[in-house]
């Protein structure tokens, strides 16, 4: 598994554990997880970022899972939006495509069957309408 995929999983699953009402530091988190240095980093700006831009990234998942409460979408799938969406808005040098294949596939790795499709089709509408910045560099 390539680091940046451990850090995408490694934040969602921190992020499904801290909806479940867990309240884990993230060194003792990371700690029990066994994750790499590389995609601790990775994560840690995942994670970072989301806190400081929650309501944006919540905002536009509403805005695009128009038929779909948000509160009641599963806490994996969930979660792995706001990670998706927080990667198309703050990483310019990871290509959009790329944030949403990577968002499927960990979605079918820990969700439902049809959670890859769901995924899909909102990041998909969220892509569409997104403004990012230049991109500075590839991943």
Excluded: H
């Amino acid at each position: 598994m390539g680091v940046r995929r451990e850090g995408r999983e490694a934040a969602v699953q921190f992020l499904y554990q801290r909806d479940l009402g867990g309240d884990e530091e993230r060194v003792a988190y990371y700690k029990m997880r066994g994750i790499s240095p590389s995609a601790r980093r990775f994560c840690d700006e995942i994670l970072d970022g989301l806190a400081a831009s929650a309501e944006a990234v919540d905002g536009l998942i509403r805005e695009n899972a128009r038929n779909y409460e948000f509160n009641r979408l599963s806490a994996v799938d969930r979660n792995v939006l706001r990670v998706a969406v927080w990667e198309m808005m703050n990483c310019p040098g990871t290509p959009p495509a790329v944030s949403i294949n990577e968002a499927i596939e960990v979605a079918k790795k820990y969700s439902t069957s049809d959670s890859g499709r769901f995924v899909n089709g909102v990041l998909d509408k969220i892509r569409a309408g997104l403004q990012r910045p230049p991109s500075a560099e590839v991943d």
